[in-house]
């Protein structure tokens, strides 16, 4: 089996850095954060610690938990033009 050489596609030190902002921005707990994601809270706290990378269901549940974050901070209040 050949090696993968750099850049890899996978920037995991990144990922993480994203989980725990979105974390501390919403002041979110591990649990709670994992139970919006619907995994494990152990294996969460693998991934945020760089102790093991996540498996592709679990990539792709953070990855819809962090686009979902996102769209909701952009969204903030809106004016509405008066009639």
Known sequence: MARLKPPYLF???AFRRR?????????LSLRAVAD???CD???LARIRN??????TEVYLRIQA???KHARSREGG???RPDK
């Open 11 to 13: 920037d995991a030190a």
């Open 19 to 27: 989980i725990i902002a979105a974390m501390a921005s919403r002041d």
């Open 65 to 67: 938990w962090l686009a």
């Open 77 to 79: 209040t809106k004016v």
């Open 41 to 43: 809270h152990t294996k």
């Open 50 to 55: 760089g102790r093991i990378k996540p498996t």
């Open 36 to 38: 919006e994601i619907r």
